[in-house]
């Protein structure tokens, strides 16, 4: 008999090694087909919906809407109900909003107010609510800041004049803002024939209506007492849509505004007292107040205020909130940097000409008008007569020119970064346009520097008559420099970034501050490396999505609820700003959230507008509206990518059309998405018109992206070069660099061709600039070999907030100067 032999049931298995980064491919290959029985239930059973618990939730979920309609009908029900805002905005220049006014008054039964011109609250007793009617100009600041508040915008348009240019800038302004419900009235359809009213005039106005706003378009007549009957209760019985970076901020638009100033010396500050109804979100005596165009106050109490039903008589009653010792937001704005700390450098002395230039410009803001002294360069023995027809050099040349490396006092830096020795310029013999001087002019200029002198003369800030008319010469150099912008623009958009390398200065010169990159967006770079003074000056938050949450969470911690009409004492606040206000024009109030007067580094989202084609430039001054805010700044423009590992982002020269860009500005802080909107500002001494004759275009418009100070902005330099000869994977190339030592500085950086090979340079070849390079792959003729340069740039701390008041008192004040000059 044979041998009995059986299968073991002890054979060790051994088990296998758990990959964690197991592709699909290879675990399918382990598996072969095998199914693991013993399978790990990782959720809940899903239960079988049955009819009736569908039905209890489209229940519940109906209770919760309804009550929060309830819940918004509520703050404008009743007698003590807030009124609902209604902004009036005339789109032809033959159109009156006071005359709507009228037509509301006429249609409720009231009577008419001795100003229609001026806001207004209309009871509308059928309805049981009120309206504030506010009938506007045709001044897009003003427009701008009434719809900000609004709960209904009503568009008049004209029944035989088409809506203008202004017209369409309100409405995108408006749309790109931030949009409440909106409805049309017509005016002057009584001129027209009966049989062309309805077919053709309505049709038309309505459809041109409803290509901006689909949802509303709904056109009435109101000088119809029907139709405007149907207008109010068009408007009592709509709900107001909701603005999400609105209602996060309590606001209100002014009833009443008194000033009481201070006792004793200081009589030009005082406390301002506005009366209204909060709106939006609850109101604490803790937190700052900010009115547009005139800054951020802290707020000395909150006072109730109530109408009797008998009489009208305002009562000021109880006192609803006052600010808590230790727990009111200050007026601190800026951090105080201290020299004497480590991780700070000593300010140079051009950072610090910087810095006394922004005093002056903030002391000139504030009304303190001094005779500034500036120094010309004219020949020995001339007066001060005769100095003012010596046109200064310095004066005709532009402040933002396309390159700022050639300044005076820079850091040696090599192509990795490394700090070396400074340079002196003017031992180079260097020109202020970073070109070479000859000998011969070097001493020429050398001997005639003791012939001229600096006489200080002085700029009393008024442009004079001479100024303000240009001749012919005038125009034909404006007219070179905005070719010379065109140019520039049309070849940053087709070669972005390549420039030609100069012979004079030496390339390791003029590109110094430059470093090479082996991947932009995986290369390492310090965000806190060589950082400016300003940024010692901003606030940075140590992880800002905590603090953001936070801050939204504690919205509603404010002990006056919105709905209630009370009256808020602001202190401290300068007599510029009464002086400012005007019965007709719409007086806003917002409150601040909490570290949203502090200044730190914002980066705004913007898409240029097709309508306007001018150049847009970076570092060119703006005046940016963001959200309730309203400043003047320069912009660093950079594109709109998620960025690598190292969070390096390219600097772009100039706004193009067609893509968004990132704008990057020194501005206070401001949580969560809020509608930004850029225009032009016109240059110093000519005051920045809004009135429909002259309205700025709106260059572009965007949100708020993120506060982020360790965003990189790099600049980028393309320096190219032209095979001479290629053999191979060897080339010779010409015309990168004109001297071997700059071929040994820029060694270790790495070459690419437009074509797509990747090489280095291997050694130089003769005294004029040709080098060796090898490269991944033959190279041919009529490629072109490219050396990438990259260098962080920072904002310039120019941000001061937006005056139109000023600007209208100076130009009138100007045209009351030459009035009187006339005269004598």
Same mark, same amino acid.
Request: net charge negative; glycine share 6%; proline share 5%.
């Given at each position: 008999?044979?041998?009995?032999?059986?299968?073991?049931?002890?054979?060790?298995?051994?088990?296998?090694?758990?990959?964690?980064?197991?592709?699909?491919?290879?675990?399918?290959?382990?598996?072969?087909?095998?199914?693991?029985?013993?399978?790990?239930?990782?959720?809940?059973?899903?239960?079988?919906?049955?009819?009736?618990?569908?039905?209890?939730? *489209?229940?519940?979920?109906? %209770?919760?809407?309804?009550?929060?309609?309830?819940?918004?009908?509520?703050?404008?029900?009743?007698?003590?109900?807030?009124?609902?805002?209604?902004?009036?905005?005339?789109?032809?220049?033959?159109?009156? *909003?006071?005359?709507?006014?009228?037509?509301?008054?006429?249609?409720?039964?009231?009577?008419?107010?001795?100003?229609? $011109?001026?806001?207004?609250?209309?009871?509308?007793? #059928?309805?049981?609510?009120?309206?504030?009617?506010?009938?506007?100009?045709?001044?897009?600041?003003?427009?701008?800041?009434?719809?900000?508040?609004?709960?209904?915008?009503?568009?008049?348009?004209?029944?035989?004049?088409?809506?203008?240019?202004?017209? $369409?800038?309100?409405?995108?302004?408006?749309?790109?803002?931030?949009?409440?419900?909106?409805?049309?009235?017509? &005016?002057?359809?009584?001129?027209?024939?009966?049989?062309?009213?309805?077919?053709?005039?309505?049709?038309?106005?309505?459809?041109?209506?409803?290509?901006?706003?689909?949802? @509303?378009?709904?056109?009435?007549?109101?000088?119809?007492?029907?139709?405007? =009957?149907?207008?109010?209760?068009?408007? +009592?019985?709509?709900?107001?849509?909701? /603005?999400?970076?609105?209602? #996060?901020?309590?606001?209100?638009?002014?009833?009443?505004?008194?000033?009481?100033?201070?006792?004793?010396?200081?009589?030009?500050?005082?406390?301002?007292?506005?009366?209204?109804?909060?709106?939006?979100?609850?109101?604490?005596?803790?937190? %700052?107040?900010?009115?547009?165009?005139?800054?951020?106050?802290?707020?000395?109490?909150? %006072?109730?205020?109530?109408?009797?039903?008998?009489?009208?008589?305002?009562?000021?009653?109880?006192?609803?909130?006052?600010? !808590? *010792?230790?727990?009111?937001?200050?007026?601190?704005?800026?951090?105080?940097?201290?020299?004497?700390?480590?991780?700070?450098?000593?300010?140079?002395?051009?950072?610090?000409?910087?810095?006394?230039?922004?005093?002056?410009?903030?002391?000139?803001?504030?009304?303190?008008?001094? =005779?500034?002294?500036?120094?010309?360069?004219?020949?020995?023995?001339?007066?001060?007569?005769?100095?003012?027809?010596?046109?200064?050099?310095? @004066?005709?040349?532009?402040?933002?020119?396309?390159?700022?490396?050639?300044?005076?006092?820079?850091?040696?830096?090599?192509?990795?970064?490394?700090?070396?020795?400074?340079?002196?310029?003017?031992?180079?013999?260097?020109?202020?346009?970073?070109?070479?001087?000859?000998?011969?002019?070097?001493?020429?200029?050398?001997?005639?520097?003791?012939?001229?002198?600096?006489?200080?003369?002085?700029?009393?800030?008024?442009?004079?008559?001479?100024?303000?008319?240009?001749?012919?010469?005038?125009?034909?150099?404006?007219?070179?420099?905005?070719?010379? #912008?065109?140019?520039?623009?049309?070849?940053? =958009?087709?070669?972005?970034?390549?420039?030609?390398?100069?012979?004079?200065?030496?390339?390791?010169?003029?590109?110094?501050?430059?470093?090479? =990159?082996?991947?932009?967006?995986?290369?390492?770079?310090?965000?806190?490396?060589?950082?400016?003074?300003?940024?010692?000056?901003?606030?940075?938050?140590?992880?800002?999505?905590?603090?953001?949450?936070?801050?939204?969470?504690?919205?509603?911690?404010?002990?006056?609820?919105?709905?209630?009409?009370?009256?808020?004492?602001? $202190?401290?606040?300068?007599?510029?700003?009464?002086?400012?206000?005007?019965?007709? #024009?719409?007086?806003?109030?917002?409150?601040?959230?909490?570290?949203?007067?502090?200044?730190?580094?914002?980066?705004?989202?913007?898409?240029?507008?097709?309508?306007?084609?001018?150049?847009?430039?970076?570092?060119?001054?703006? /005046?940016?509206?963001?959200?309730?805010?309203?400043?003047?700044?320069?912009?660093?423009?950079?594109?709109?990518?998620?960025?690598?590992?190292?969070?390096?982002?390219?600097?772009?020269?100039?706004?193009?059309?067609?893509?968004?860009? /990132? *704008?990057?500005?020194?501005?206070? !802080?401001?949580?969560?998405?809020?509608?930004?909107?850029?225009?032009?500002?016109?240059?110093?001494?000519?005051?920045?018109?809004?009135?429909?004759?002259?309205?700025?275009?709106?260059?572009?418009?965007?949100?708020?992206?993120?506060?982020?100070?360790?965003?990189?902005?790099?600049?980028?330099?393309?320096? +190219?070069?032209?095979?001479?000869?290629?053999?191979?994977?060897?080339?010779?190339?010409?015309?990168?660099?004109?001297?071997?030592?700059?071929?040994?500085?820029?060694?270790?950086? &790495?070459?690419?061709?437009?074509?797509?090979?990747?090489?280095?340079?291997?050694?130089?070849?003769?005294?004029?600039?040709?080098?060796?390079?090898?490269?991944?792959?033959?190279?041919?003729?009529?490629?072109?070999?490219?050396?990438?340069?990259?260098?962080?740039?920072?904002?310039?701390?120019?941000?001061?907030?937006?005056?139109?008041?000023?600007?209208?008192?100076?130009?009138?004040?100007?045209?009351?100067?030459? @009035?009187?000059?006339?005269?004598?």
């Amino acid at each position: 008999m044979g041998e009995f032999s059986h299968r073991s049931g002890l054979k060790q298995q051994n088990k296998g090694f758990k990959s964690r980064h197991a592709t699909k491919g290879q675990v399918k290959a382990k598996t072969k087909g095998k199914v693991d029985v013993q399978t790990s239930v990782k959720h809940k059973h899903n239960a079988v919906s049955h009819k009736v618990d569908r039905k209890n939730a *489209a229940k519940v979920a109906q %209770l919760k809407k309804r009550a929060d309609l309830v819940q918004s009908n509520r703050l404008f029900n009743g007698s003590t109900g807030a009124p609902k805002i209604l902004a009036i905005v005339p789109l032809c220049p033959d159109v009156d *909003a006071s005359l709507l006014v009228r037509d509301f008054y006429a249609a409720a039964g009231e009577p008419v107010p001795y100003a229609c $011109d001026q806001p207004s609250v209309l009871a509308v007793e #059928r309805f049981k609510q009120k309206l504030h009617l506010v009938p506007l100009r045709r001044n897009l600041l003003e427009i701008l800041d009434a719809v900000k508040v609004a709960d209904f915008v009503l568009f008049v348009v004209s029944a035989e004049v088409e809506v203008d240019t202004f017209g $369409d800038l309100v409405l995108t302004t408006i749309k790109a803002q931030g949009v409440p419900l909106t409805f049309s009235a017509v &005016q002057h359809l009584e001129r027209i024939s009966t049989k062309k009213q309805q077919d053709a005039v309505r049709k038309s106005l309505t459809a041109y209506m409803e290509d901006h706003f689909p949802q @509303d378009a709904k056109l009435f007549h109101t000088a119809v007492e029907a139709e405007g =009957l149907a207008a109010l209760r068009h408007v +009592t019985q709509q709900r107001p849509k909701p /603005i999400v970076w609105r209602d #996060r901020h309590a606001y209100m638009l002014a009833e009443d505004v008194a000033f009481v100033p201070n006792e004793g010396a200081d009589a030009d500050v005082g406390a301002l007292h506005v009366k209204g109804y909060v709106r939006g979100n609850n109101l604490s005596a803790n937190r %700052l107040v900010h009115i547009p165009g005139h800054g951020d106050y802290q707020m000395k109490a909150i %006072l109730s205020s109530t109408a009797h039903a008998a009489g009208g008589m305002e009562v000021e009653e109880e006192v609803l909130d006052a600010p !808590i *010792a230790g727990q009111q937001e200050t007026l601190v704005f800026e951090n105080e940097p201290d020299p004497m700390e480590g991780e700070q450098t000593w300010p140079t002395e051009e950072e610090l000409k910087e810095a006394e230039e922004r005093v002056q410009r903030l002391g000139a803001l504030g009304g303190q008008s001094e =005779l500034k002294k500036k120094a010309k360069r004219v020949p020995k023995g001339t007066s001060a007569y005769q100095a003012a027809w010596i046109v200064d050099e310095a @004066d005709e040349e532009d402040e933002e020119e396309e390159d700022e490396e050639d300044e005076t006092d820079v850091t040696m830096m090599d192509a990795d970064g490394v700090a070396g020795g400074s340079v002196d310029w003017n031992t180079m013999g260097l020109g202020h346009n970073g070109g070479a001087d000859g000998a011969g002019e070097g001493e020429e200029e050398a001997d005639s520097e003791e012939e001229y002198e600096d006489l200080a003369e002085e700029d009393d800030g008024k442009e004079s008559e001479f100024d303000a008319e240009y001749d012919a010469d005038d125009e034909a150099k404006q007219y070179r420099e905005f070719l010379q #912008r065109q140019d520039e623009e049309r070849d940053d =958009l087709e070669f972005p970034d390549e420039v030609n390398t100069p012979k004079e200065p030496a390339a390791r010169v003029r590109f110094q501050r430059y470093r090479g =990159l082996k991947s932009f967006r995986t290369s390492p770079w310090d965000p806190y490396e060589n950082l400016p003074v300003d940024y010692s000056r901003i606030f940075q938050f140590q992880n800002f999505k905590r603090t953001r949450r936070k801050v939204l969470d504690s919205l509603e911690e404010g002990d006056v609820s919105a709905g209630a009409r009370v009256t808020i004492i602001l $202190d401290n606040v300068p007599r510029s700003v009464i002086d400012a206000f005007h019965p007709s #024009r719409p007086f806003v109030v917002f409150a601040l959230l909490p570290h949203e007067h502090k200044y730190s580094v914002v980066n705004f989202t913007l898409t240029r507008n097709d309508k306007d084609s001018a150049p847009v430039k970076s570092k060119q001054p703006m /005046i940016i509206q963001s959200g309730f805010r309203r400043y003047v700044v320069q912009p660093l423009y950079s594109t709109n990518t998620r960025g690598g590992s190292n969070n390096v982002h390219k600097f772009e020269r100039f706004l193009q059309p067609g893509r968004s860009s /990132i *704008a990057t500005v020194y501005a206070p !802080i401001q949580f969560g998405p809020a509608p930004v909107l850029m225009f032009r500002k016109d240059p110093d001494g000519v005051p920045t018109k809004w009135d429909a004759d002259c309205a700025q275009p709106l260059i572009a418009h965007g949100s708020v992206l993120d506060l982020d100070p360790c965003r990189i902005v790099s600049k980028r330099v393309i320096l +190219t070069g032209h095979p001479f000869k290629c053999h191979k994977r060897g080339a010779v190339i010409r015309y990168m660099f004109w001297n071997p030592a700059d071929i040994d500085y820029f060694k270790p950086v &790495q070459l690419v061709t437009k074509l797509g090979r990747q090489g280095h340079i291997r050694d130089t070849l003769g005294t004029h600039g040709y080098m060796k390079c090898v490269f991944d792959g033959p190279l041919k003729g009529e490629d072109t070999v490219c050396m990438y340069l990259y260098k962080r740039v920072f904002p310039k701390w120019t941000t001061v907030m937006y005056r139109a008041e000023e600007e209208e008192r100076g130009s009138a004040a100007g045209a009351h100067v030459e @009035d009187v000059e006339m005269k004598l």
